[in-house]
């Protein structure tokens, strides 16, 4: 069954309300205002049971000039118009207005009802008709069937009903998206149920216990309790429903008007990247304009930046930025429409196709050239890897593949099939600890020349060190330190290049194929010296503080120094512990010395007994202790040393 809205459309008091009670025996003015002035204020909502069984919603508009906020709010769900027009009047200001707009949402089947033929004769009815085809001409609705029709006498509902129920086969339903999403028209609290909204479903699907967020917003999340769709009680709402959900976790407070529901926590935003298209009966835009923005049922202020134009004239298009002045929650190919400060004239709309742009400064040829590569991708293309592409050219960082399909509303496994089909080499996909992630290839390729860059630098300034940079001293240095994407891609990147014969493992870090260490003339002196300082020490722990200073009167840096020292214990020729370091003859000596004595000794012995078989200080005896029990060749019970087994194996 098909899931679709039609939506009416018109001048004020051109019968559009009267025809669809009379279409569905339910009257969408539920306001007492509205029964004293007889127009239509709110968006009305009711439905129409056809004989093939489909049952479409149905959003009656209002038609006067000062509603057209409420009039674009309702056309945003529609997926065909019904275009009234009353016979004893003909064309009307909102008329043109209306179908503007219908065609800036790129709403392209409907059908033209014209009303109130029971106040005229033939002779009008048919220079009405004549009127309204020349009208309709080059529009969207130029083919469209014109049914005449009296909600007061019946005549031509059923031939409607018939047009309706034909038109139904050629409409194609929306895109269903990889997540639901719902603007919320209304909000009301019934005693018993609760809180109600009502809206039309954007995207993908929502069922009874499901979660949701209410956005833009905090990650507080609402639970549907229950929910209803052309009055009836059913267990799921699909895209293109019209639908009434019953939420629990919801108070009055939290809703703003343009607030969406869905079942993942879009980001939302305040700059967006566009098409837009004016009007004919608008003035020309200059660089900077400010307008009234709506899309769905959000309506802001915002500021218009031309970006491939100088001024954007009447029935022209332009490639713009949109600057909001509050945040909404906005997906790539919805459309929007703009009016003047004064909310007295429509302006124009278009389409959007970045939600999350960089701040476009300065107006370049590149950029103009990048932008329509985006859009050509985003709104015309249907190649799923030229959006993914274009979506990491513009972001140059990682990705995880379900947030890339989020990000261009399509679905993970279709976009992992598609670049896995595809063989254009602008993507780089990695498969790390059971996630796929995409860059941009040239991103990816500007990362592997940094790694070597950074490994060489490294290698040059610390040539006494075998080892290089672990994952998260690249992330630091890549910017990646917070994001745990950008580490995981780091991973998958090293690995290429391990298997590029490029980099390999020493301990947990990552060092240049081919780096080896060797000992210049300079270096060589520094480090016979080094060695001396701290045999020197003979049988007391080593001071770093005297043996920094003696380094600063050899010319050696505190960071030279650490390299050296580095060196000496990867060369076992001294110890290092917790940043102390002793020699490793020291440390051999005692050694033997110890477990010699230990091997006779069935209690042990204790630290001062220890102290006095080498003959050292307390904390030297300490120092060679704790490298003793990290060995594992002895081990301290209470105040005893004892020998453990792979210290009887070493003697």
């Known amino acids: ?8 459309a018109g001048h004020v008091d051109h019968g559009k309300t009267a025809l ?15 029964k004293e002035r007889g127009i239509t204020i709110n968006l009305g909502f009711s439905h129409l049971d056809l004989p093939s069984g489909t049952s479409i919603g149905i959003i009656d508009v209002p038609g006067h000039k000062n509603l057209i906020k409420t009039m674009v709010a309702g056309a945003f769900g529609i997926d065909f118009v019904l275009l009234v027009i009353a016979a004893d009047s003909g064309i009307m200001p909102q008329t043109i207005e209306h179908l503007n707009i219908i065609e800036m949402l790129g709403v392209k089947k409907g059908i033209i009802a014209l009303t109130k033929i029971d106040l005229v004769d033939e002779e009008t009815l048919e220079l009405a008709e004549l009127e309204i085809i020349e009208y309709l ?44 999403r719902m603007y919320i028209d ?18 993908g699907e929502a069922e009874t216990g499901q979660e949701l967020f209410l956005l833009p917003g905090s990650r507080k999340k609402t639970k549907i309790k229950s929910i209803e769709r052309h009055g009836k009680q059913i267990k799921k709402i699909f895209c293109g429903d019209r639908a009434a959900i019953n939420l629990s976790g919801l108070k009055i407070d939290d809703y703003k008007r343009g607030m969406v529901l869905s079942d993942i926590h879009i980001k939302e935003t305040r700059i967006i990247d566009a098409v837009l298209s004016l009007f004919d009966v608008t003035a020309q835009l200059g660089i900077w304009s400010t307008v009234i923005f709506h899309s769905g049922t959000i309506e802001c202020m915002a500021k218009i930046h031309l970006l491939d134009k100088k001024e954007l004239n009447p029935k022209n298009k332009a490639v ?14 919805d459309k929007f429409i703009i009016r003047n400060t004064s909310n007295k004239l429509t302006l124009g709309g278009g389409v959007i196709f970045d939600t999350s742009p960089l701040h476009h400064r300065r107006r370049t040829p590149k950029l103009i050239e990048s932008l329509n590569e985006v859009i050509e991708a985003t709104l015309y293309s249907l190649s799923l890897f030229e959006k993914a592409k274009n979506e990491l050219k513009k972001e140059k960082k990682p990705f995880l593949s379900d947030d890339l399909a989020k990000n261009i509303n399509t679905d993970e496994k279709e976009i992992i099939l598609e670049l896995k089909e595809n063989r254009d080499a602008g993507i780089q996909l990695y498969h790390v600890d ?9 991103t990816d390729k500007k990362n592997y020349d940094k790694i070597i860059d950074y490994l060489t630098q490294w290698h040059q300034k610390n040539p006494l060190l075998e080892r290089g940079f672990d994952v998260n001293a690249f992330a630091g240095k890549m910017g990646y330190s917070s994001d745990n994407t ?17 980099v390999e493992r020493t301990e947990s870090t990552w060092r240049l194929v081919g780096h080896s260490v060797k000992p210049d003339p300079k270096t060589l002196k520094q480090l016979n010296w080094l060695e001396d300082e701290l045999k020197n020490f003979q049988m007391q722990k080593p001071v770093m503080v005297e043996i920094e200073s003696s380094a600063r009167l050899n010319m050696i840096t505190k960071d030279r120094l650490k390299m050296l020292l580095a060196y000496l214990a990867n060369t076992n020729q001294v110890y290092s512990h917790n940043n ?24 042990g012995i204790n630290e001062k007994e220890f102290r006095l078989l080498i003959n050292g200080t307390k904390k030297i005896c300490q120092l060679l202790l704790d490298i003793y029990e990290k060995e594992n060749i002895v081990v301290k019970k209470s105040f005893f040393i004892h020998i453990t087994e792979k210290g009887k194996e070493l003697l």
């Open 1 to 8: 069954m098909k899931h679709l809205i039609m939506g009416t």
């Open 20 to 34: 669809i009670k009379a279409l569905t025996g339910i009257d969408c003015d539920t306001h007492k205002q509205e």
């Open 137 to 180: 001409e080059g529009s969207s609705l130029e083919n469209a069937p014109i049914v005449s029709v009296s909600a007061v006498t019946g005549q031509g509902l059923n031939e409607l009903i018939e047009h309706i129920a034909s038109i139904i086969p050629e409409i194609s339903e929306k895109e269903k998206g990889s997540f639901f």
């Open 186 to 203: 209304r909000i009301f609290n019934i005693t018993g149920i609760g809180y109600v909204v009502t809206g039309s479903v954007m995207n």
């Open 320 to 333: 713009v930025q949109i600057h909001l002045d509050k945040p909404a929650v906005l997906q790539k190919k």
């Open 434 to 442: 059971g996630k796929y992630i995409l860059i941009y290839a040239q």
């Open 486 to 502: 950008g580490k995981k891609y780091l991973k998958g990147l090293l690995q290429k290049m391990h298997e590029d014969e490029v």
């Open 580 to 603: 102390d370091y002793i020699h490793s003859s020291v440390v051999d000596r005692c050694r033997k010395t110890l477990l010699h004595d230990l091997k006779n000794r069935e209690n």
